[in-house]
T-cell receptor
Framework: NAGVTQTPKFQVLKTGQSMTLQCAQDMNHNSMYWYRQDPGMGLRLIYYSASEGTTDKGEVPNGYNVSRLNKREFSLRLESAAPSQTSVYFC??????????FGPGTRLTVT | AQRVTQPEKLLSVFKGAPVELKCNYSYSGSPELFWYVQYSRQRLQLLLRHISRESIKGFTADLNKGETSFHLKKPFAQEEDSAMYYCALNYGGATNKLIFGTGTLLAVQP
């Protein structure tokens, strides 16, 4: 039981490049979330998914797209990376108990 | 708009001393609040939530609606309590969308 897994752990992109961050959970949770964490700031919600095929914007959705193709996986895509998207990205999932289970994070640097 | 404020970036105490990590919130609805903790080289994890009114690892937190606060307390700090602590507010109801404070680093000195 791995919980929430994220790939890759680290990534360096050049401005304008695209990439997809992958997240998977094996806890049969309906809800999944993507957050970003910047120095001196708390985690900020980028996107949320209540179930397969549904997504909803969070606080800071601009510059990102998401896909929830099945119950296990929730991916975050940067179509044209910008230096302002340099951050640590966390994926989380939850059931109805409201406790969110977090992944280990992806550290992304955009130069 | 909803907001969570943790005024202290760093709180340093000696082992055995009492600890209080402050959290204030701004929210127009009925608040649901959490404390999450991240120990060194571990994932962010739930410490406690106000609905359950539990004491976890000796920590308690009481929701004070009059003062819009949800401070985290422990009577006697242990070195293993050293970690980053985040207060979070559920502003999305059943969606459980969270807004986090900026976090407080608790350092317990021996």
């Amino acid at each position: 039981n791995a919980g929430v897994t994220q790939t890759p752990k680290f990534q360096v992109l050049k401005t304008g490049q695209s990439m997809t961050l992958q997240c998977a959970q094996d806890m049969n949770h309906n809800s999944m979330y993507w957050y970003r964490q910047d120095p001196g700031m708390g985690l900020r919600l980028i996107y949320y998914s209540a179930s397969e095929g549904t997504t909803d914007k969070g606080e800071v959705p601009n510059g990102y797209n998401v896909s929830r193709l099945n119950k296990r996986e929730f991916s975050l895509r940067l179509e044209s990376a910008a230096p302002s998207q340099t951050s640590v990205y966390f994926c989380a999932s939850s059931a109805v108990s409201y406790e969110q289970y977090f992944g280990p994070g992806t550290r992304l640097t955009v130069t | 708009a909803q907001r969570v404020t943790q005024p202290e970036k760093l709180l340093s105490v000696f082992k055995g001393a009492p600890v209080e990590l402050k959290c204030n919130y701004s929210y127009s609805g009925s608040p649901e609040l959490f404390w999450y903790v991240q120990y060194s080289r571990q994932r962010l994890q739930l410490l406690l939530r106000h609905i359950s009114r539990e004491s976890i690892k000796g920590f308690t937190a009481d929701l004070n609606k009059g003062e819009t606060s949800f401070h985290l307390k422990k009577p006697f700090a242990q070195e293993e309590d050293s970690a980053m602590y985040y207060c979070a507010l559920n502003y999305g109801g059943a969606t459980n969308k969270l807004i986090f404070g900026t976090g407080t680093l608790l350092a317990v000195q021996p």
